[in-house]
Structures are given as C-alpha cells and as structure tokens.
C-alpha cells in the first residue's frame, strides 16, 4: 500500500543552447556567430523533434485502483450452497476507485485471493492454491507475481497476504517457519501454526533463488497480516500465542518490528480482544485495523502510529475486514457480508468514520480490495 506513494512519472524536459541563445544579441557579424546561431537552431530542432516525438506517445500516470477479489463471472457459485466452489471461482479483479470499470486479471479453476498493486503500478502479487497437492488443506496458498494486465504470472514462493516494500523491491508475508506448519482454520489466508513474517527481495529471488529472511522468528507466537510502512523502515503485523483459540484469539495484538528484523517487536495495543489486518495510512502517520470492540464481530478502528488514539470507525454486528486506505489518505475501503446469504461486498467510508457507502453489488463475491494506483497510459498528446 501502499508503499505506491513515491513513484510519479516526470515530464521529460528539452534543454538545448539556453546559455547560449542569451548571447546572441552581444555576438553579431562574426564567424563565431555564424556557427553559434547555427548550433542554435540545431538545438531548437533537436527540441523541437524531441517535442513532436512528445506528442506522439503516451504519458504514464498513476491512477487510484482497487485490486479485490470477486466471483461475479459466476454469480451461481454462493458460498451458502457450497462453499468450496464460491472459493474455487475467486479471481482477482482492478476497478476503479468509484466502482466502475471492473475487469478480470486471472482466470482459472483454482482459489486466488489477496491481491497487491505494486508501488509503481505495474505488477500484482497475491495469493492462490493451484499448487496445493493431494492431501493438504484447501487453503493452502503460495504466492505469485502478475503484470498490472494479468500477463506473465509467475510462482514465487510458499505463504500468503504479501505487502510491498515502497521502492517495489521487496515484500513481506507471512509463512510456515518450518515449512510444514498447517492453517490453524479454514479462511483464506490463514496462519500456519509455526507462522513468521519472511521479507522477500523479488529480483534476487527470481535470478538467483535467494532465500528469504524470517524477521519476527517467534515459535511460541504466531504472527501474519504484515503492512509495510510508506518510509520502508517498519513492518506492522499481528501476533497471538500458539496456545491461543484460532477462530477467537483473545491474545492477537498488533506490533511494528525493524523491516530489516533488527530490534524488538514494539507492542502498539494490549487488550483482551482480538486486533487483525493492520494497514499503514499512506503518511504514516495513521493505522486502520480490524478490532473486536465489545462483541464478536469485527468492527474498523483506526490508531496513532505509536498506538495511541484508537478510534472505532463503523458500529454494527457484522464483521468489517481487509481496511485498505485511499492513495490520499481520505478513505478506507474494507468487506462486509450483506443479506441473508452473507455475501461479501466492498464498503467505503472516510477517514473520519463519516460517509459509509456500499461499493460493489451483486453478481457474484466481492471483497480483500487492495487500494493503490495503476500505471495507466494517458490521451496522446
């Protein structure tokens, strides 16, 4: 997330013979002016035919997009009838901030989830189980690399719910330390029971299989749901006791740690409820996370950096989950079940917990939105 912040494109710029052409008034009736008003227009031909070649491409630009997943190319496949198809059908999406414009990245027969726009826009890392063999649980996922267009899938490595590094280098998930470790519960994305946070460097991965670097390495917790933050310097995550309840874990507290592992986790909440999914405003200044406040559903809170002004944003007695912040830092998008059959849809709200608003409806599924930017080809010029 996020991390998306840093990269703009730059105009390229013509700068030929400036100090020269100040000169051209003092130099007249010479050779040396001659040939220095001819290097001149020389230039300005350079630039002007840098400038017509301007005109004849494209301009990139970072658009406000939405990854998610969704199973609207199957609206029959309902989660209530039969679980394992719904999931079976979860392909990754992009749409526009407002909705619009929707289209499918990946298709196929396996489970794909937990998409995430990289910094610059222009690749996607997630999650699916198309490489679970015989035998292992349904939900096992590894992770995987995309173009922004849904070309050139590649299979990175074994783990799940990726966030990139802000120079787009890196990224950071949780895994099975050992592994061998099992999901401790059905959902997507779940934990392993010896899960740690791995930071993974792509390019040296991909050209030399360089092995990634455990950074919380913690066997008597289980850690996931890693953010990294907009500065490259933190990785904020959750962490519970191995001995604690899986589907409930009244011990999930939410920590920050050294990106590079070095030093102690730093605790940033401590209550006897369950703190999920942490999200790094695009400032840093700000968390949004998902917190059990009074009851057992999950609701939207948002804190401090260090921890401090927690804030409920939504108050209702279904579960809010995957918060994901604007580009801008003035919205959140997150999923929520709605009707009867408990479909998921995306909801959007302000930062303030003002101006909550359904995003997406029927056909089909539809949440873990991602909000980053797209590289995007603008009009020719």
Request: some cysteine; aromatic content about 6%; overall charge neutral.
């Amino acid at each position: 997330m996020r991390r998306r912040r840093q990269l703009r494109s730059r105009a390229r710029r013509c700068e030929f013979g400036s100090g020269i052409m100040n000169k051209r008034g003092e130099i007249e009736k010479s050779a040396l002016a001659a040939s220095v008003i001819i290097g001149v227009s020389a230039a300005g031909l350079l630039c002007a035919c840098a400038q017509t070649l301007n005109r004849g491409e494209t301009q990139a630009t970072l658009r406000s997009t939405i990854a998610f997943v969704s199973t609207r190319h199957d609206p029959a496949a309902d989660p209530a009838v039969n679980p394992q198809r719904a999931w079976l059908a979860a392909e990754i999406y992009l749409m526009n901030a407002d909705g619009t414009n929707a289209r499918r990245l990946t298709e196929n027969a396996y489970a794909d989830g937990f998409p995430a726009l990289s910094p610059d826009g222009t690749r996607v890392v997630f999650d699916s189980n198309r490489l679970r063999v015989g035998g292992e649980p349904f939900n096992t996922a590894d992770l995987f690399l995309m173009n922004a267009d849904g070309t050139g899938q590649t299979h990175l490595i074994r783990g799940s719910s990726a966030t990139w590094s802000p120079d787009g280098k890196m990224i950071a998930y949780h895994a099975s330390a050992s592994g061998n470790g099992q999901p401790i519960k059905p959902d997507p994305g779940a934990a392993t029971n010896d899960n740690d946070i791995f930071v993974l460097n792509i390019g040296d991965f991909l050209k030399n299989r360089s092995r990634p670097k455990n950074i919380t390495n913690s066997p008597d917790a289980i850690d996931d749901d890693p953010d990294w933050s907009p500065d490259g310097q933190k990785i904020v995550f959750t962490s519970h006791a191995v001995t604690d309840n899986p589907i409930n874990s009244g011990t999930a507290e939410i920590y920050v740690i050294d990106a590079d592992g070095t030093g102690k986790p730093v605790r940033l909440t401590n209550n006897t409820e369950e703190e999920r999914a942490p999200a790094w405003s695009p400032d840093g200044k700000r968390i949004v996370f998902s917190c059990r406040r009074g009851g057992p559903d999950f609701e939207i809170c948002v804190m401090n950096a260090d921890g401090a002004g927690q804030v409920q944003l939504t108050d209702n007695s279904l579960p809010d989950l995957t918060a994901s912040w604007s580009p801008d830092g003035t919205k959140i998008v997150f999923h929520r079940r709605v009707g009867d059959r408990g479909h998921l849809q995306l909801f959007l709200v302000n930062a303030d917990g003002t101006g909550e608003m359904q995003l997406t409806f029927p056909p089909g599924l539809n949440a873990f939105p991602n909000w980053g930017e797209l590289r995007d080809r603008g009009p020719r010029k």
